[in-house]
């Protein structure tokens, strides 16, 4: 997505291989460098929140984990009565 000329404008430093880096991929997707560090910077956020979706479910099934493993302690201990 092109930025609009109403869009705030942001100057920025990087180093000399980083910003070749940028210009071969910008040029390997058929993107400006602007293009280029837009569209990576908006990958990074989405996946932020993919990894905060997972890091929420993997606690769950950790929980789910626990009480599973509490019920059936509480089922072997019963069986042993």
């Known amino acids: 997505m092109a930025p609009k000329q109403t869009d705030p404008q942001f100057k ?5 291989d980083l910003k070749e880096a940028l210009e071969a991929a910008a040029q390997r997707n ?3 460098v602007s293009a280029e560090i837009l569209a990576r ?3 990074t956020f ?3 929140n993919k990894e905060e979706i ?6 769950e099934l950790d929980r789910k984990h ?4 509490a019920d059936l ?3 072997r201990s019963r069986s042993r009565d």
């Open 12 to 16: 920025l430093r990087l180093p000399p």
């Open 30 to 32: 058929n993107r400006s």
């Open 41 to 43: 910077l908006t990958d």
């Open 46 to 48: 989405r996946y932020e």
């Open 54 to 59: 997972w890091d929420r479910r993997i606690a």
């Open 66 to 69: 626990a009480e599973l493993q």
């Open 73 to 75: 302690e509480l089922l």
